[in-house]
């Protein structure tokens, strides 16, 4: 059984001997529940593809509490890092870049690069300040299922293949970080999420390059996919729904069905998305129609999220 720890001094102390001697620690942040492991052991690290079922081609990405815990595995943090990390740290911003000889090979796949965040999340930090190393983690989810947002979820897919879980409550964002690559001191978006081109651009002035090689990160791995099927639609050709549909809307009032959902918001849409994947599971539900979000802002998150679901 997966130990369930409380979110207060003692529970992140637990937490931190646990990853100090090489378990498993799944961890709330501002995104997503992570699974953790130390980022600076290989053997630690394995554990997390095993219980993720997870391809060991797939990066991580190292957690770290301070910018000095971020330059002791990166080779270098170049200019326009260093200028978005000011801007966006700590917050659900990604950074590639060239790794330290510090950083384990399953960490970066193999590659030379290496994924480094600090999350905005008070639990996150102080376990990783109390671990004292970076914490890979990617989200604590078997592969192929949507990411969790609240212990709950955890222990859904891992109860039982990791050592904790620390409940810190639901993720207040519900989506993955945005993940960039600044190894050419220059901005290019590998991964849409929280952070979004937008905010990115006004920073940088000029729009970001989305990368469409996807090769410095993880993001091949299947994610997103529940069990019924996923539709997208737009006001202009709302779905007529089946007795064993559901329907999740935001700019109407959707019809009643056994899975009925009106969103008030896009930031509502993301923080909701993954635990209604869950719950149309648990409801058995043949297939379920989500409404198109607009392609900006987080909305570019979220319909990269959806498609992905749907294509699967």
């Known amino acids: 059984m997966t130990k369930i720890l409380?979110?207060?001094?003692?529970?992140?102390k637990e937490a931190a001997e646990i990853l100090r001697c090489g378990g498993l620690v799944a961890f709330p942040t501002?995104?997503?529940y992570g699974l953790g492991a130390?980022?600076?052991?290989?053997?630690?690290?394995?554990?997390i593809f095993k219980a993720k079922n997870r391809p060991d081609n797939n990066p991580l990405i190292l957690h770290v509490s301070s910018l000095e815990m971020a330059s002791e595995v990166a080779y270098e943090i170049p200019v326009i890092g260093k200028k978005l990390l000011e801007k966006f740290w700590p917050g659900p911003l990604t950074l590639v870049v060239k790794k330290s000889d510090k950083v384990p090979v399953?960490?970066?796949a193999g590659g030379k690069t290496v994924a480094l965040r600090m999350p905005d999340h008070p639990i996150a930090l102080s376990l990783i300040k109390e671990a004292g190393f970076p914490i890979a983690a990617p989200s604590a989810n078997i592969s192929g299922k949507p990411s969790p947002i609240e212990a709950g979820d955890v222990l859904s897919d891992l109860d039982g293949k990791i050592d904790a879980v620390i409940d810190g409550g639901k993720c207040r964002v519900g989506l993955e970080s945005t993940v960039v690559d600044v190894t050419q001191n220059k901005v290019k978006i590998l991964r849409h999420g929280a952070i979004s081109l937008e905010q990115l651009a006004e920073l940088l002035d000029y729009k970001p390059e989305i990368d469409t090689d996807k090769s410095l990160i993880d993001l091949h791995e299947?994610?997103?996919a529940p069990?019924?099927?996923i539709k997208l639609f737009t006001l202009d050709n709302a779905p007529f729904i089946g007795v064993k549909d559901g329907i999740v809307a935001l700019s109407f009032s959707p019809p009643p069905s056994i899975f009925s959902i009106k969103l008030s918001s896009l930031e509502e849409y993301a923080a909701k998305l993954y635990s209604i994947l869950r719950e149309a599971d648990k409801k058995n539900i043949k297939i379920l129609y989500m409404e198109k979000p607009s392609n900006s802002g987080i909305g570019a998150a979220i319909l990269d999220r959806l498609q992905k679901a749907e294509s699967r």
């Open 227 to 229: 069990k019924c099927s």
């Open 30 to 32: 501002e995104t997503v």
């Open 6 to 12: 409380k979110s207060n001094t003692v529970g992140i």
């Open 38 to 47: 130390n980022g600076l052991s290989e053997t630690a690290v394995k554990l």
């Open 106 to 108: 399953n960490v970066s």
């Open 222 to 224: 299947i994610k997103y």
